[in-house]
């Protein structure tokens, strides 16, 4: 599980989640991305996460805030991930 506690904000933020993210799944089938305290989510995050899916990993994305709980639905991304909020 990933766990992301603050707002993403910079390119080099957003690059260090792509690292882990990839390490994941170099290393699982399911992995869980959980999002605490954050207004943005980068599309270079969202990009990672759909490539992911496209090597057969199920994606589970946990959101505690509302505003990027509808965003992913207004994107349809609760149809390509398991979207939680």
């Known amino acids: ?3 992301i506690t ?5 390119i080099n933020e957003a690059d260090e989640i ?5 390490k994941l799944g170099s290393k699982y089938d399911n992995i869980t ?3 605490k305290n954050s ?9 990672e ?3 992911l899916k496209n090597e057969g990993k199920t994606i589970k994305i946990i959101v505690s805030d ?4 509808e965003l992913f639905k207004n994107l349809n991304l609760d149809k390509i991930f398991v979207v939680k909020g």
């Open 66 to 69: 509302d505003i990027i709980y």
């Open 18 to 22: 792509i690292t882990i993210l990839e």
């Open 49 to 51: 996460l759909e490539k």
């Open 33 to 35: 991305v959980q999002v």
């Open 39 to 47: 207004f943005s989510f980068p599309s270079s995050i969202i990009a």
């Open 6 to 10: 603050k707002p993403i904000i910079t």
């Open 1 to 3: 599980m990933l766990e």
